[in-house]
């Protein structure tokens, strides 16, 4: 094979010029976010991340504070949307870890050989259906199905824990919560699996020899090997469901200027809230609403880059113990 | 190659990437053909259109060309609207308001076939992005329910504000027991009372005063669920504009706009667009929503109807949403609206006048990038507020708007002609 250097030098310095590209993307999107978001940070301080009420003031009159354009009687305070943003990612993790690590352990465990690969499959596809459609059975099934049959029944026997009174409601916290599980359970499950088949087979072998039944091989053999990789795996999900958008701006209820009192109210999350007020911040002539999306964008950006740097670091950590062998029985 | 062809799998991947690129190759090569062939066409009805007007650099080519001077006169008014039979090759960007995107895309058919040599591409994106494209000129005509704020105003005094049609809104409400032969009465004290949540059950004293005998007594004790909309809207501005212009509470309170902030009442719920409004009042009993009069027939044709209401208005009687009565209201205001038509039609004097109408605006900057772009938006505004034309009832009912009142629409051709080249 006659050697073609033009072609290893383009191939060496194409590659090497998207990956820079890549990483030059990344760091323009947090240098233009902050001079956008800085007229924000000055107007409202800090009271941004403790306040409830989100009050653009779109009728107010241009004035200036601190140097920066606002509107008359405008504020901003984000609490909200960060409340939402966090108790429905949460309650996705409460559904979600249980449902994927039952079905990474049926796959590794219990399945027979057969039918993995299919299921392997399905679940995987799951992970792929845009989120949007997640969005649409909510509001038409879903959010229904809440109000009508399964809220109604849950104030009835659990109506007497205060945060489970109230009327039932077919959008809010509970159907973002179910939402964002049944989003996660992939993620969760597909990772675990993973590192769930590493578990050495000695081991195993070993345990069942001592007499150990199946259940007790996963709960002291299984579980253990993989427990920084599910930590991980369940991290991972948290990112997805704290980013998540259009499935949550369908089933959220969009709640502004109150934090739920019930477990059906509506809510509202960061994304879902600066997608649908992004047509309306166009109206300020002060650019003030813009700037206060951005702020929201940071704080978003800040809290998932944090909780994905932690869930890679966990899973990574994971497979090299797993690779070490180093288990608690 | 030799050596990718010895490894079976990867020569079966080889052949499906390159496979891959024939096809996208083939696609984008057809795609190609097309788009050539359409830019063909425009360049041929260039030279066309040229060839009559001698390309037109200045505004005074542009009159000389054949303008057929169609001086109609309807049955109100006496004013004469004349327009360009040609114009130059231009493309016309729209965006905006999705209340009037729909009213846009039958218009432009119209236009297509009016004026060949022009692109004319609508685009639903929403009120704010409407003023905002046009203010910042990334467009040419911006579609909006709302005028521009005074702030706004101020910030970019070269946007015109020009009404094209006028729009309603009716109050839908979900309450089964409410035969739909029967209509609830609101008032805006009452109405702002349920979304400011001093109102919080149907069978509240305050609901039931305004009602007749036989409907305040089918009312239930349920809780009312208000909705509203979660994105930012010109539907929430008109309703708002009712609420503050009936209730002096809710004014110095949450006041008006395309997004005020809502007084948390727990009930309280919100819908993304008209079409999530109809769609979440129909799946919530006992709620009540305000929604544009484009989607009246949708609610009423849900599966679970929603019921409609008659408004309390100025004069202090409940009307219906009747196309005579919204006329009623915008013959009432049409008299005051002033040179740069930045009114609020809503809550107007008159004993028939339906309270929540409003106009939709098209904002378009003065000074355009060149002469035939100006020459080209005028026609086309013009055209759109023509009662022989875009504004005749033909278009108009398929979006159920009323047309422009006389004295509207010569404010409106006086602004057009405000339109110029740089």
């Not at chain 1, 392997?120 to 049959?149: D, K, R, Y």
């Amino acid at each position: 094979m006659p050697k073609t250097p033009l072609a290893d030098l383009a191939y060496k310095y194409v590659t090497a010029l998207l990956c820079c590209g890549a990483l030059l993307f990344i760091f323009f999107i947090v240098v233009i976010l902050i001079p956008y978001s800085y007229p924000s940070f000055v107007y409202n301080g800090l009271k941004f991340f403790t306040t409830i009420i989100w009050n653009p003031a779109l009728n107010g009159n241009l004035i200036t504070v601190h140097g920066v354009k606002a509107l008359s009687g405008s504020s901003y305070g984000l609490l909200v949307f960060l409340y939402g943003t966090l108790v429905s990612s949460g309650m996705a993790v409460l559904f979600g870890v249980p449902a994927g690590l039952a079905v990474a352990i049926f796959l590794t465990q219990i399945a027979p050989k057969q039918i993995v690969a299919p299921i392997s499959f399905l679940v995987e596809l799951l992970a792929g259906i845009p989120s949007v459609i997640f969005g649409f059975w909510g509001i038409l099934v879903l959010g229904p199905f809440l109000l009508h049959s399964l809220e109604p029944q849950m104030i009835k026997y659990f109506g007497f824990i205060p945060f489970l009174q109230g009327p039932p409601y077919s959008y809010g916290f509970l159907g973002s919560g179910l939402i964002l599980a049944i989003m996660i359970v992939p993620i969760i499950a597909s990772i675990s699996r993973d590192v769930m088949t590493q578990t050495p087979v000695e081991q195993k072998e070993g345990a069942k020899a001592l007499g150990l039944t199946n259940w007790e091989i996963t709960r002291k053999i299984v579980l253990p090997y993989a427990r920084t990789g599910i930590i991980g795996a369940v991290i991972l999900g948290l990112g997805r469901a704290l980013g998540e958008t259009m499935a949550v701006a369908f089933v959220s209820g969009s709640a502004i200027n109150i934090i739920p009192p019930n477990f059906y109210s509506p809510i509202n999350t960061l994304s879902a809230f600066m997608t649908l007020s992004l047509d309306s911040a166009f109206t300020d002539p002060s650019g003030m609403y813009v700037s206060a999306l951005v702020e929201c964008a940071v704080t978003l950006l800040v809290i998932t880059m944090l909780v994905n740097v932690i869930a890679r670091a966990m899973v990574k950590q994971g497979f090299i113990r797993s690779a070490e062998g180093v288990i608690r029985v | 190659m030799k050596r990718i062809s010895s490894n079976p799998r990867s020569a079966l991947s080889t052949a499906i990437v390159v496979a891959l690129v024939v096809v996208i190759i083939v696609v984008a090569a057809v795609g190609a053909y097309i788009a050539v062939g359409t830019g063909k066409q425009t360049v041929t009805s260039t030279i066309t259109s040229g060839t009559v007007s001698t390309v037109p650099t200045t505004v005074t080519s542009v009159s000389t060309s054949t303008s057929v001077s169609t001086s109609v006169s309807t049955a109100s008014s006496s004013i004469s609207i004349s327009l360009t039979s040609t114009l130059p090759s231009e493309t016309v960007l729209e965006t905006g308001s999705s209340l009037l995107y729909p009213l846009f895309n039958i218009w432009a058919a119209a236009l297509k076939t009016a004026y060949p040599s022009i692109q004319f591409t609508p685009a639903s994106t929403g009120s704010g992005t409407g003023q905002s494209s046009a203010e910042k000129g990334t467009v040419q005509i911006g579609a909006s329910d709302a005028y521009l704020t005074n702030a706004q105003a101020s910030q970019y005094p070269f946007i015109l504000n020009i009404p094209l049609a006028i729009s309603a809104q009716q109050i839908n409400y979900n309450l089964p027991m409410i035969p739909a032969s029967d209509h609830l009465n609101f008032s805006g004290p009452v109405l702002a009372g349920i979304y400011n949540g001093s109102i919080t059950t149907w069978n509240n004293p305050a609901i039931k005063a305004l009602q007749s005998s036989s409907v305040a007594a089918m009312l239930p004790s349920n809780t009312i669920i208000p909705i509203h909309r979660s994105d930012g809207s010109g539907d929430t501005f008109i309703f708002t504009s009712y609420l503050s212009f009936s209730t002096p509470s809710w004014a110095s309170g949450p006041g008006y706009g395309t997004t005020v902030n809502w007084p948390s009442v727990p009930a309280a719920t919100a819908a993304n667009g008209n079409g999530g409004m109809v769609t979440t009042c129909e799946g919530a009993e006992y709620s009540i929503a305000y929604i544009g009069v484009s989607f009246l027939q949708s609610a009423l044709t849900q599966p679970t109807p929603l019921g409609y209401a008659y408004l309390k208005n100025e004069a202090g009687n409940y009307v219906n949403i009747s196309q005579t009565n919204i006329l009623s209201a915008a013959n009432a205001l049409a008299p005051q609206t002033p040179a740069n038509e930045r009114i609020s039609l809503v809550f107007a004097p008159g004993a028939n006048s339906y309270p929540i109408i409003n106009y939709e605006y098209a904002m378009v900057n003065t000074t355009q990038s060149a002469p035939g772009m100006a020459l080209t938006l005028r026609t086309f505004l013009t055209w759109m507020v023509a009662p022989q034309y875009g504004n005749s009832q033909s278009f108009l009912n398929q979006v159920n708007f009323i047309a422009l009142p006389t004295n509207t629409l010569q404010l409106s051709l006086a602004q057009i002609n405000e339109i110029t080249g740089p």
